[in-house]
């Protein structure tokens, strides 16, 4: 018989060719194979390694985490790429809120299963426990809860009152609902599984040209699970470089550029996710979020609400239209409220700063923040604008700002040279900020030349007996 050093080596560099969702489809075989009794002598050893691998591969880092939460976020691993981080305006079938995972888990340990979680729970919190072991713990799980969870939710389906308790148990109303959805990932576990695999793991547009096997298939999958059209959408969603190919997708499947067309067809859930995720960028972008995410969240919201103008006409279909244009409405009214402050906040923020008792310049944070997102959301109007009811107020704060960060920064560089040793510091904390802003607005070249002057006036000027000999 081989080594097992030998053979375990083997079976590894095997299984790092695969991708993960192939060692994924492998597990399943072998787990199968084994619970039908299989003799083979080298199952136990490859089902080993795969295990590993997927430990591996799932993104979780078991031993850096609590012991406690394991279970739970293996339990909830089928469905990572259908969830989303932030809350829509609306429940969007297919998409599940994260938030809405520990109200599920909760529910479930408390009212639908609670002696199979508690002894999976109990099992998991040993020390001798391996982290393979919890995977194969989640697994079992899964499989355990899903008819009593489908039980449960059937039945609130046909109860009112039933609907109302169970509701009220799992935290709301969005949390029922993404309990719905969870449990048609489960249950359709098997071929949303094959679906990821066959896929790659990024989707262009390319791949969604007629003919291409990526669209084949999708619409193979989708014509062949008609009422879980949602969770192929959300896998697709996850799997695109761009969301707004999505469009490109239904108007594909549907056979039609016409909205009107694509949202009678049975294809209309890809296009509906794209609207959800329009929503979803103007949701971070009105939301409390670092100037860089804001940036990010204006990209993308542009990038799809461009496409959506230029190639589809959504007055074809009223409800679609109604949401984008509520989008358009409140990220519209967020950056016209922050380039109105924003001329004011740079004035405020380009003098000299007094010193704290240590003698350390003091700068408001807050203001220095607000002041670089007026900026940087002018800049981002350049190209935005058309899309969003702002370009009267974007001309105006971009004549504003010229005036006043040439004129200021130009004020800050002439005293700076004047500025004695103790005041010296502040200056040039003051002089760096204009300059910072001064390389955003204007350009790299004009920032440079501010640097120059900058230099300039720190070199000591000789005094009138230096010149005279």
Partial sequence: MPDRHYLTAKIRSYLQALSPRAIHTLLRGLEGARARGSDDPHLDLILDACLSAVR???????????????????????????????????????????????????????DVAPDRVAQAVERCRRLETEPDEVIELAVSLRRNVLLPMEKALAEARADDRVHQKTSMLLGGERALRDAEDLVAAFREGGWLEALRESLPERLTEWDFKPGSPALIRIKAVTDRHPDERA?????????????????????????????????????????????????????????DCSNLKLSSAIDAYTRIVKMLDRQFDLTEKPAWHKRVAETRRILSNLIARDLELATGNIRRLLVVPTLDADGEPQIDGA?????????????????????????????????ALDQSLEIKTRALLSAL?????????????????????????????????????????????????????
């Fill in 56 to 110: 591996r591969d799932t993104g979780i880092v078991l031993d850096a985490a609590p012991r406690e939460s394991w279970l739970q976020r293996l339990f909830f691993a089928p469905v990572e790429d259908m969830l989303v981080g932030e809350t829509l305006p609306a429940k969007e079938r297919g998409r599940i809120a994260r938030a809405s995972l520990p109200l599920i888990w909760t529910w479930i340990s408390r």
């Fill in 231 to 287: 969770l192929v959408a959300s896998v697709v969603l996850n799997r695109v470089e761009a969301p707004e190919s999505m469009l490109s997708l239904a108007a594909a499947l549907a056979g039609s550029m016409s909205i009107r067309k694509i949202a009678e067809s049975r294809y209309a859930v890809f296009a509906e996710m794209v609207l959800s995720e329009v929503e979803r960028q103007a949701g971070i972008a009105c939301g």
């Fill in 367 to 399: 203001l220095l923040d607000g002041a670089h997102r007026g900026v940087m959301l002018v800049g981002k109007m350049r190209d935005a604008a058309e899309n969003l009811a702002v370009n009267e107020i974007t001309a105006r704060t971009r004549q």
């Fill in 417 to 469: 040279a004047e500025a004695g040793e103790a005041t010296r510091k502040a200056h040039l904390v003051a002089v760096d900020i204009a300059i910072e802003l001064c390389e955003a607005f204007y350009g790299k070249d004009y920032a440079d030349q501010l640097r120059r002057s900058r230099k300039a006036a720190l070199t000591p000027k000789p005094d009138a007996r230096q010149i005279a000999s």
